[in-house]
């Protein structure tokens, strides 16, 4: 509203009125606007950090289920070994 009145001392009321809604719409779209149960500064933080601070191409990796089995127990193997003092194959290459 002190936008309006101060507007309205040099320009016509219309002007004014055109000016301050100009002004007050985006404090209002951030008071109002929600998208899938999100407020319009998280909606834009996740437009932001999905066109930014995110790789565009991301590449798939997956967890091989049994390649981390045999890992762990190649692992494990090899605690076994320094515990029972027997030298492994890696110690020897």
Not at 15 to 29: E, I
Not at 47 to 62: A, D, G, H, W
Not at 71 to 89: H, P, S
Request: aromatic share 16%.
């Amino acid at each position: 509203m002190p936008l309006f009145f101060l507007i309205k001392a040099f320009a016509p009321v219309s002007a004014a009125a055109f000016v301050m809604v100009v002004f007050m719409l985006p404090w209002f779209m951030f008071a109002m606007y929600e998208k899938n149960g999100l407020p319009l500064e998280k909606f834009l933080m996740c437009i932001y950090s999905t066109k930014f601070k995110r790789p565009k191409i991301r590449t798939y990796q997956t967890n091989n289920l049994y390649a981390a089995a045999g890992r762990q127990a190649q692992l494990n193997k090899e605690v076994q070994n320094i515990v029972t003092g027997k030298k492994t194959d890696r110690a020897a290459k």
